[in-house]
């Protein structure tokens, strides 16, 4: 999944840059604003999903450190090695994945106000209403 963000982190980029929008028709540059939208949408699904794993994961690595330190037991140690072994990267991938869904925000953002402007915007916070 973060190979697939990269990549299209990497798409983005130079679809919004300042040399490449103006060169954009209107109806390509709508397509592109509801395609950021679409995978910005998919990689929050993702966020959140690994922001619950990752939350359960370090719940149950506690659960384990507690109980091991009340049974003193070998194989909770054992157990408690393999959660902490698979929790790290867990939390590393989150964190990919929540910093690249907030580069996405920020493309969203430079494209809105290089293509539309504060007028698009004004229109946009007067639907949110």
Known sequence: MYKRLCD?????DGQTR????????????????????????FFQHERLIHLIVTHMFAVITIVTLVAMMYFKAL????????ELGLLFPYIIHYY??????QK??????????????????????????
Request: no cysteine; glycine share 4%; aromatic share 12%.
């Open 18 to 41: 300042p040399d490449r929008l103006p060169e954009l028709s209107e109806k390509e540059r709508k397509e592109l604003k509801e395609q950021l939208l679409v995978q910005t949408q």
């Open 104 to 129: 996405l925000y920020t493309f969203y953002d430079r494209f809105i106000g290089r293509t539309f402007g504060d007028k698009y915007n004004e229109s946009d916070r007067e639907e949110k209403k």
């Open 96 to 101: 990919h994945l929540e910093n690249g869904t």
């Open 75 to 82: 194989t909770l140690l054992i157990l408690l090695v393999l």
């Open 8 to 12: 299209y982190i990497e798409y983005i």
